[in-house]
């Protein structure tokens, strides 16, 4: 069965760096989205990047581009969330998901209700 274990969350300060994992099992799927989201407390759970593991294609929420970077490394079943230039309001649970690879590039990729499956979560905490 699926299963996506995050880690590498943490609390930094205001313009740190962290590097979030999640390691993947058991997809059966011939093409793969793989998608980075977060929630806040309160708050609804929102994209911030997804990657087409195929074709290594990316995708970016605007209130991180160019802070953070998505990355496989398919050897070891797991993708990276790199990011850089942390701000307060990126603290949440961070969540990787998965599901087919036509999820990245038919533009609802930033949706909850896009994938179907989830890891557990990790929290990032970002202090001023």
């Known amino acids: 069965h699926v299963q996506l274990v995050e880690s590498g969350g943490g609390s930094v300060q205001a313009g740190g760096s962290l590097r979030l994992s999640c390691v993947t099992s058991g997809l059966t799927n011939r093409t793969n989205c793989i998608g980075w989201f977060r929630q806040a407390p309160g708050m609804e759970r929102v994209g911030v990047a997804a990657?087409?593991?195929?074709?290594?294609?990316?995708y970016y929420a605007d209130s991180v581009k160019g802070r953070f970077t998505i990355s496989q490394d398919n050897a070891k079943n797991t993708v990276y969330l790199r990011m850089d230039s942390l701000k307060p309001e990126d603290t949440a649970v961070y969540y990787c998901a998965v599901d087919g690879g036509d999820r990245c590039y038919r533009g609802s990729w930033h949706l909850q209700r896009t994938f179907g499956y989830w890891g557990q979560g990790t929290q990032v905490t970002v202090s001023s």
């Open positions: 990657i087409y593991t195929t074709a290594g294609s990316t």
